[in-house]
């Protein structure tokens, strides 16, 4: 497999096809074909592997940005999927007739959308463009992968849709913020002058397996700091709150909502809420480290409290999370412990 993807990489320009990654797939026409954006991300490979087992075919588009081909490896070979590596914020040409379209390309982490600021942007604004355009032109439903980021540092707890959020937008997170509130309003846009099929959810914290080890976000950032017996590093006095939603809980109120009538924002989260510093505390806990916590200066914009209010999800799509907390970071360390990467894993 790794000599497959290293030929994959070497072999792949803008805007083409992975060959290697079945550049044509089977002609079954009574299969639905979805395409994803972000395809070989966190979320996207996740969302993959449900819309397969589903019966669709899936053509993934990714430009490798924050992305990862070993998230998709096991998909080589199979006739339903076709992978194109092509940056979205480029017209975005498929030959093929597409069902369902869902837009997750972006930077998503905030060391990612730091480092890469005017490409968060520019995949917001442009890239959701586009997708839209080819939802449109192939007469497609589409689905708009926005975030609680839309919230900003809230000022309403817990925080429901009709909230319209608390965000500077010229500060260092501002480029994630209102790019997907821009998109959010392009999405909205688009169905009402255009009339065309759109959801639009909005991801609250995540968690589960294929992670990247040093995309700079908690979960991953205190497993690797524990399973390596550096300090877990905690910002600001630890107070401040999250919810942590797993992955196949997320992925399954996605799917529900893109088969829904449902038009404007749904927040998909997990409600239970703990602090930082207990958060710290489990991860101790339950991968049985040394480690002792940290603590460093908060980083600007960062929010005191996340906690989705999911009323909206239970009544329109009768969604709620099942997997508890404990099942999916026990799932996420073991994930983890096996990762490639840790033996040289050092969270400054």
Not at 95 to 113: G, N, R, T
Not at 174 to 180: I, L, N
Not at 203 to 228: C, H, S, Y
Request: with cysteine; hydrophobic share 35%; net charge neutral.
């Amino acid at each position: 497999m790794e000599k497959i993807f290293e030929k994959l990489k070497g072999n792949s320009r803008q805007g083409q096809e992975l060959p290697l990654i079945n550049d044509v797939m089977g002609e079954n026409a009574d299969k639905k074909t979805a395409v994803v954006t972000g395809g070989s991300g966190f979320l996207g490979s996740h969302l993959t592997d449900l819309l397969l087992s589903k019966g669709y075919k899936v053509i993934g588009i990714d430009n490798f940005i924050t992305g990862n081909d070993a998230n998709i490896a096991h998909l080589a070979g199979n006739p339903d999927y076709k992978f194109v590596r092509h940056d979205v914020t480029n017209y975005i040409y498929l030959k093929e007739d597409v069902d369902l379209i869902f837009h997750f390309a972006s930077p998503a982490s905030p060391i990612d959308y730091l480092e890469h600021p005017i490409p968060t942007l520019k995949v917001g604004a442009l890239g959701t463009h586009n997708a839209l355009g080819l939802a449109k032109a192939k007469k497609a439903t589409i689905l708009l992968a926005s975030t609680s980021e839309c919230y900003g540092d809230p000022l309403v707890h817990p925080q429901r849709e009709d909230y319209w959020g608390n965000v500077n937008p010229i500060g260092p997170r501002g480029v994630y913020d209102e790019a997907k509130r821009f998109a959010e309003a392009i999405t909205m846009a688009y169905h009402r002058f255009h009339g065309v099929d759109t959801k639009i959810v909005r991801i609250f914290n995540t968690f589960g397996p294929r992670m990247r080890l040093r995309d700079g976000r908690v979960v991953p950032a205190f497993i690797g700091q524990a399973l390596t017996g550096t300090p877990l590093s905690i910002f600001g006095d630890g107070s401040q709150t999250r919810s942590f939603c797993y992955v196949s809980d997320l992925i399954d109120g996605i799917y529900r909502l893109s088969q829904s009538n449902f038009h404007e924002p749904v927040n998909i989260g997990n409600p239970g809420e703990m602090t930082i510093k207990q958060f710290a505390e489990k991860i101790i806990e339950f991968t049985g480290t040394e480690s002792q916590i940290s603590y460093h200066p908060l980083p600007v914009d960062d929010p005191k409290v996340r906690q989705p209010d999911i009323s909206r999800a239970k009544a329109v799509l009768g969604w709620e999370p099942k997997v508890s907390f404990e099942e999916g970071i026990q799932k996420t360390i073991e994930f983890f412990r096996g990762h490639p990467d840790l033996a040289t894993f050092v969270k400054k």
